[in-house]
């Protein structure tokens, strides 16, 4: 049966969101393609049926990309983060595309990608991360976590952003020692938090379903932060659980971004702003504009220079 981790996350309240509107959108569309359905029993029909096919796993369809990739340069780069015939030098591919999820097999998990950045950072064959997104964000929870992994890497990160890098997917992106941009018309930034579900309760009551909610008497603040936010009072729960997310995010990107440390906090970029990649290589969300080939060969080059130091470190401590 195929995992419904997306259909929670865009249906459930408890979920905070780090994604572009345009993200969301994307994401509701595949799960509810409701221009090609007549009836809310079709589009359940058509859910389930989607249950019980087999898509690809992300990894296969990352798989895919990867050839493609490989064909533009004759540097080694894998997705096989623990093998131990790869070339010297070799660089570590993890594809960030599409809604980010905590955890799931057919979309991007952080999860995976955090299991990943570990096994390519103990792989003596690999000398650099190359990050290579295109996604409009996602899944607040569990970004922490992963940060605190790049930020701790051994190995130098670089991130290649094609199309979109915004949000969520920024979060990470970040972390690299240098990020670059693939034409002067991607999207990059989106630096905000937000949350966003359907009130599908307004619905299933015309549908003739009586909604009925009761609490203990000491119960008082049991979902009242929730219920404020339904019924248009969203005050405490923007305070308590937006306010923070922010918080995190910004502090990661300055302490990541030495371009961006310096920014005035009201600044277009920490503001949810985005920006086209020109822009944001005046604002210092990018540094520059290349090609694959050139990311690769740069990043190959980071590599190398990790490689040549990791040796001198090595062969001092052999003296000692």
Request: hydrophobic content about 35%; proline content about 4%; some cysteine.
């Amino acid at each position: 049966m195929n995992e419904n981790s997306l259909l929670q996350l865009l249906l459930s309240p408890a979920h905070k969101l780090l994604c572009t509107q345009e993200e969301f959108v994307a994401a509701i569309i595949s799960c509810f393609p409701v221009a090609a359905q007549k009836s809310f029993a079709d589009i359940v029909s058509t859910i389930s049926k989607g249950f019980y096919s087999e898509p690809l796993t992300y990894r296969d369809s990352v798989k895919k990309e990867l050839q493609a990739v490989s064909r533009q340069s004759e540097i080694s780069v894998t997705d096989d983060f623990g093998s131990d015939t790869l070339d010297p030098d070799s660089l570590a591919y993890h594809r960030i595309k599409g809604m980010i999820l905590s955890d799931t097999r057919y979309g991007f998990s952080t999860k995976q990608f955090a299991e990943d950045l570990l096994t390519a950072d103990a792989n003596p064959h690999i000398s650099c991360h190359f990050l290579h997104i295109t996604s409009g964000g996602g899944e607040a929870w569990y970004l922490d976590r992963v940060s605190e992994i790049l930020r701790t890497l051994d190995k130098p990160v670089y991130t290649l952003i094609e199309k979109v890098c915004a949000s969520a997917a920024y979060y990470i992106g970040c972390h690299g020692v240098q990020v670059k941009a693939v034409t002067q018309n991607d999207t990059i930034g989106s630096i905000g938090t937000m949350v966003s579900f359907y009130d599908i309760r307004p619905y299933l009551e015309s549908l003739g379903l009586k909604y009925i909610e009761e609490y203990a008497s000491k119960s008082r603040l049991k979902n009242k932060k929730f219920n404020d936010l339904v019924a248009g009072k969203p005050e405490q729960y923007i305070k308590e659980e937006l306010d923070p997310l922010q918080m995190q995010f910004e502090a990661e990107v300055r302490r990541s971004r030495s371009a961006l440390a310096a920014l005035d906090p009201e600044h277009p970029v920490f503001l949810g702003e985005s920006f086209d990649a020109v822009h944001s290589v005046e604002n210092g969300l990018v540094d520059g504009i290349v090609t694959m080939p050139e990311a690769m060969n740069e990043a190959y080059g980071l590599g190398r220079e990790w490689s040549r130091k990791n040796k001198m470190r090595h062969q001092a401590y052999s003296f000692i």
